[in-house]
Nanobody, 130 residues
Framework: QVQLAESGGGSVQAGGSLRLSCVAS????????MGWFRQAPGKEREGVAV?????WYADSVKGRFTISQDNAKNTVYLQMNDLKPEDTATYYC??????????????????????????WGQGTLVTVSS
């Protein structure tokens, strides 16, 4: 059973930076979609950044956040720069193995689809103060 462990959350002031990490264990497939979603209090969970054979970003984070992965370590990272108070949320890592290499936008659709049964981490809290 695939397991995800997120780390790197914390509290920063607006304009600051954080780097989130997510280690996936027991992933047997070399092809996968991995990504970050977030949920703010009182709001629905939303996609932030996803990576497969290419990347996908939410418009609200383009130019500020960068997703990357280290396949040898089964780890995906989210570098968050120029953080804003509206970035405050619990950030969740997700993974879905695929039969073939899948581009970022399609990976986003797969991770967003409950019927696809992606695996989710427990979440890490990011708080940005003004």
């Amino acid at each position: 059973q695939v397991q995800l462990a997120e780390s790197g959350g914390g509290s920063v002031q607006a304009g600051g930076s954080l780097r989130l990490s997510c280690v996936a264990s027991r992933v047997t497939s070399s092809t996968r979609c991995m990504g970050w979603f977030r949920q703010a209090p009182g709001k629905e969970r939303e996609g932030v950044a996803v990576i497969g054979s290419s990347t996908w970003y939410a418009d609200s984070v383009k130019g500020r956040f960068t997703i990357s992965q280290d396949n040898a370590k089964n780890t995906v990272y989210l570098q968050m720069n120029d953080l804003k108070p509206e970035d405050t949320a619990t950030y969740y890592c997700a993974v879905k193995t695929t039969a073939w290499r899948t581009n970022g936008p399609y990976c986003y659709s797969r991770l967003s689809d409950k019927n696809a049964l992606p695996t989710w981490g427990q979440g890490t809290l990011v708080t940005v103060s003004s």
